[in-house]
C-alpha cells in the first residue's frame, strides 16, 4: 500500500539556522507532492507545491526539492526563526478526487 | 482572504449519540473534503464531495457517516451514533479544482474537536 514517512518526529535547531525534513515514499509515483504547516490544535496551512518534473521549489525561506528516484522531497528553511516552530507535513494526492495522504509530520522546535 | 470555517470548535457528546459537524467551504470552490486526526496520529482521509454526491471515500468512512451540501454554502458531516473511537479533531477542506484539471492546493479549516465520552 501506498506510504509515506517523514523519518524526525522532532527536530530542534538554533535561530538562524537552516532547517531541513525528509519525506520518503514508497509504492507511488506521485505527479507532484506538497508541504503543510500545521501549529497546535489548528487545521494544515498549504505551503509549497513541487511536481515530479521540477527538481527544486523556492519561496521565501523555503526550498523543496523532490527526487523521483530516490522517492524523497527535502523541505528546508534558511535564517529559522522562533516563529517558524510548528509541525511540517509532506502529503501526496492519493485518489483521482485529490484527497491528500499525509505523513506523520515533523514537529520543528527553533530555540532563539 | 477568504477562508474555510467550521462549527462548533467544539464539541463533546456522549457515545451512541449523534453529532453533526459544520462547515462552510471557501464559496467559489468545487471540490469539499473531510479529514480527521485522532490525537497524535496522522490526518486522515474520510471522504470528498463533488457535484452534490461522494466522489471518493475512506475505508473509515462507513455506514456510520454522511456527508451533505444542505445548500449552496454549508457542508455538514454526520456521525450517526458516536463511538469512543471516533474521538478526534475533524477538518473540512476545499479546493477550487480536482488534481485531474492541475495540482490543486486544499485549503482546510480550523477544525471541530470531537470527544466521545
Known amino acids: 500500500s501506498q506510504k509515506i514517512e517523514q523519518n524526525s518526529e522532532a527536530l530542534n535547531i538554533q535561530e538562524g539556522k537552516t532547517a531541513t525534513l525528509t519525506c520518503n515514499y514508497t509504492n507511488y509515483s506521485p505527479a507532484y507532492l506538497q508541504w503543510y504547516r500545521q501549529d497546535p490544535g489548528r487545521g494544515p496551512v498549504f505551503l509549497l507545491l513541487?511536481?515530479?518534473?521540477?527538481k527544486e521549489k523556492r519561496k521565501e525561506r523555503l526550498k523543496v526539492t523532490f527526487d523521483t528516484t530516490l522517492k524523497q522531497s527535502l523541505f528546508h528553511i534558511t535564517a529559522s526563526q522562533p516563529a517558524d516552530s510548528a509541525t511540517y507535513l509532506c502529503a501526496l494526492v492519493g485518489g483521482s478526487q485529490g484527497n491528500l495522504i499525509f505523513g506523520k509530520g515533523t514537529k520543528l522546535s527553533v530555540k532563539p | 482572504e477568504p477562508e474555510v470555517t467550521q462549527t462548533p470548535s467544539h464539541q463533546v457528546t456522549q457515545m451512541g449519540q449523534e453529532v453533526i459537524l459544520h462547515c462552510v467551504p471557501i464559496s467559489n470552490h468545487l471540490y469539499f473534503y473531510w479529514y480527521r486526526q485522532i490525537l497524535g496520529q496522522k490526518v486522515e482521509f474520510l471522504v470528498s464531495f463533488y457535484n452534490n454526491e461522494i466522489s471518493e471515500k475512506s475505508e473509515i468512512f462507513d455506514d456510520q457517516f454522511s456527508v451533505e451540501r444542505p445548500d449552496g454554502s454549508n457542508f455538514t458531516l454526520k456521525i450517526r451514533s458516536t463511538k469512543l473511537e471516533d474521538s478526534a479533531m475533524y477538518f473540512c477542506a476545499s479546493s477550487v479544482n480536482s488534481p485531474g484539471q492541475g495540482a490543486e492546493t486544499q485549503y482546510f479549516g480550523p477544525g471541530t474537536r470531537l470527544l466521545v465520552l
Open positions: 513541487i511536481r515530479e518534473n521540477e
